[in-house]
């Protein structure tokens, strides 16, 4: 598969690169399979965060005897220096290296959040100290906003940057990525299936692989999903005029306000499974699978009507979704007789 130089870096890496986000411990194929066969495969790059649950140490595991292998990135959520500290030297131990390539100030997708990173006491500084310890090689930072992505390069505090690249979100390839790429900061895309949203993922897999992208990051829960993204990646063709027409059809189907199934919004104060609720919701309405979304919403815990408002999960939401009012509609499409 093709190799990309990240921006300035020394990092080559493979076009389709692996996105942890969806590694868990009770995986059918076993998380440290999938990251195995990932690098038999040849993929170079992995992604993780610290708050993608367990996905750190399972990579971790399989880092015991490859690390030489790959180029690993990761990213605190948290917010002031000392914090993002802790969560270095935490990456660090989970992954079973001493040293990580790229650290993301992860999802800077408010002002607020923005301005604490970048002052004094804030996550950019504890990274480069981190990086003057040898215990990182680039500063990087993730977001959902092309505002805050276009003043993040021009700071020149940042080696890569990690974008939304899909059809949904085209400010970030028609605005974002000539800036990155003039300013030669790397740029690493994530979410090129929206969350699942495309009825036709390979064709949105495609149409992100073939936009100015270094790394393409796509989450991995299989191995057999692993070796059909391996594939079209690695053979890829253009996409049709048809077959963008179709992408372009679903697109304005759906809009832009819709859930991408990233989990930022958790944890829900009375613990509704607030992503699931909306994936159910949405193999009722886009894939024809009313039955078995209602019996599968009929087995949460806790449904949509019991939401207490709280407003907690919208505050975290990068797409500002307002996740009250589409709870409380995906509880009314949810919650009928099957
Ligand atoms: S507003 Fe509702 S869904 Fe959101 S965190 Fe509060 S209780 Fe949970
Ligand atoms: S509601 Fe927002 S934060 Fe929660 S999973 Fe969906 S897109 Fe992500």
């Not at 690993?72 to 040293?99: C, F, G, H, P, V």
């Not at 997708?109 to 950019?124: A, K, P, Q, V």
Request: aromatic share 8%; with cysteine; hydrophobic share 40%.
């Amino acid at each position: 598969m093709r190799k990309n130089r990240i921006g300035k870096t020394d990092i080559e890496a493979t076009h389709l690169s692996f996105g942890g986000i969806k590694l868990h411990p009770n995986m059918p194929d076993k998380a440290e399979n999938i990251v195995s066969k990932a690098l038999d495969l040849g993929i170079n790059y992995i992604d993780t965060a610290r708050c993608y649950g367990q996905s750190e140490v399972l990579i971790g595991a399989v880092m015991k005897e490859r690390r030489s292998q790959c180029y690993l990135s990761s990213k605190s959520i948290r917010r002031k220096k000392s914090e993002t500290a802790e969560d270095i030297d935490t990456s660090l131990r989970n992954l079973n290296t001493d040293m990580i390539d790229i650290y993301f100030c992860h999802d800077i997708s408010r002002d607020n959040n923005y301005d604490i990173i970048m002052s004094e006491s804030g996550s950019l500084a504890a990274i480069k100290e981190a990086q003057k310890a040898g215990k990182i090689r680039y500063t990087a930072i993730s977001t959902h906003r092309a505002d805050i992505a276009i003043k993040a390069i021009n700071t020149g505090e940042f080696d890569v940057i990690m974008l939304p690249i899909n059809l949904f979100d085209q400010e970030f390839i028609t605005d974002v990525v000539p800036v990155a790429l003039k300013e030669k900061v790397g740029i690493v895309g994530m979410k090129p299936l929206a969350g699942g949203a495309f009825k036709h993922p390979q064709i949105a897999l495609r149409y992100s692989l073939a936009q100015d992208v270094e790394a393409q990051l796509v989450g991995i829960s299989s191995i057999a999903e692993l070796e059909e993204d391996f594939q079209i990646a690695d053979s890829f063709k253009p996409l049709s005029e048809s077959e963008m027409e179709e992408l372009k059809e679903e697109s304005m189907e759906l809009g832009k306000d819709f859930c991408r199934q990233c989990g930022y919004c958790l944890p829900c104060t009375v613990e509704i499974d607030i992503p699931k609720v909306f994936l159910y919701e949405r193999y009722a309405k886009r894939f024809w699978l009313d039955d078995f979304a209602k019996e599968q919403y009929a087995m949460l815990e806790m449904k949509g009507d019991e939401c207490v408002e709280c407003g907690k999960c919208e505050d975290r939401c990068p797409y500002e979704l307002p996740i009250i009012e589409k709870m409380a509609a995906a509880h009314e499409s949810l919650a009928g007789k099957v």
